[in-house]
């Protein structure tokens, strides 16, 4: 928990009963991550380099720092304003637990920033496990705010 005076972290979680390394794959692999959260990815995440990811129906892109990979572990990655990270860890044969943290929130509307960055990453989530557990695109991150979709 933070102090008062401190910057919010975000922290969501979520079991996937598939294996660590398919389920660290959706994350590196755009052609996989667009099937429940951006639309389209300029590469596989390395680390060291720079990808852009795009949320077609909404008319916007993110540019993303990759800091860090260790297969099968864990990714950082710096958005620009704030940085996030996720850890995989195995629980089973067929178990992966995920933590994404995103932290690093600053100037005016920061917990307004935290609280739809939880809202967004729990989303994902959410897609992530039932495109790998279940086979569906749920279409989750489109349907959030489709009164936001460019025509």
């Not at 429940?36 to 916007?60: C, I, N, P, Q």
Request: charge should be negative; include cysteine; charged fraction near 25%.
């Amino acid at each position: 928990m933070s102090s008062p005076n401190q910057a919010p972290i975000v922290k969501v979680e979520m079991l996937i009963r598939k294996p660590v390394e398919e389920v660290f794959e959706a994350f590196i692999d755009p052609a996989i991550t667009s099937k429940f959260w951006f639309t389209k990815g300029s590469g596989k995440l390395e680390a060291g380099t720079r990808v852009k990811w795009d949320w077609e129906m909404y008319g916007v892109s993110a540019d993303i720092n990759v800091k860090e990979i260790e297969q099968n572990k864990r990714i950082l990655i710096d958005f620009g304003d704030t940085e996030a990270e996720w850890v995989f860890t195995s629980q089973a044969e067929n178990e992966t637990f995920v933590t994404i943290t995103n932290s690093g929130f600053q100037g005016e509307g920061i917990v307004k920033h935290a609280l739809d960055s939880t809202e967004g990453f729990t989303i994902v989530l959410c897609g992530l496990k039932a495109y790998l557990e279940h086979g569906l695109s749920l279409n989750l991150v489109a349907d959030k705010a489709p009164y936001a979709n460019v025509k």
